[in-house]
């Protein structure tokens, strides 16, 4: 009996984007574009002022939010667009190997909506995840963090966070 249903959903994987389009699909695109004045690098701090670290699963303290889209998600126009997070260390040096295939990882997106950003650390199962907005101090965005897993509920919700800009190592 669940045949019918797995060949509806494989069917739904295979859809060429322009197939899969809704006329509402447009407006998701758009809520979801690019925001070059969020583009750079950033601190992660717990609101305690703690750097963000191991404590939040697959976080990093430091990050680069690329303006490139992610190849995971690139083919789902459904999803909105997400962009490459780029994990750096507390001198800002990538954390990870660079990877071109298509992996689902760590991945941040706009949302116009809300005038927030969303930051996830997945590893494709669970991770740390961030919504962050603008705060009057240009170069610093607020929010919380919690952790998400694959396997419950989400822990350490609500907690406060905030990201600092600074220079990108070259």
Known sequence: MRVP????????LVTPPALGQRPGMRSALVRHALRNDLVGCY??????GKPVDS???????????DSAVHPAVAAAPMLGVRR??????????????VDPGPR????WWADSLSDSIGVSFTTGF???YLVLAPSPRV???????EDHWDFQAPTRVG????????PCVK
């Open 139 to 145: 170069d610093t965005l607020r929010g919380f963090i």
């Open 5 to 12: 249903h797995l060949l509806a959903t494989c069917a739904l």
């Open 104 to 107: 689902l990882g760590p991945m």
């Open 126 to 128: 669970s991770g740390a």
């Open 43 to 48: 601190a992660l701090f717990a609101g305690t």
């Open 84 to 97: 490459l997070l780029i994990r750096l260390d507390t001198v800002g040096r990538p954390l990870d190997p």
């Open 55 to 65: 404590d939040f699963y697959h976080a990093s303290p430091r990050v680069r939010l």
């Open 159 to 166: 907690t406060k966070a905030y990201a600092v800009r600074v």
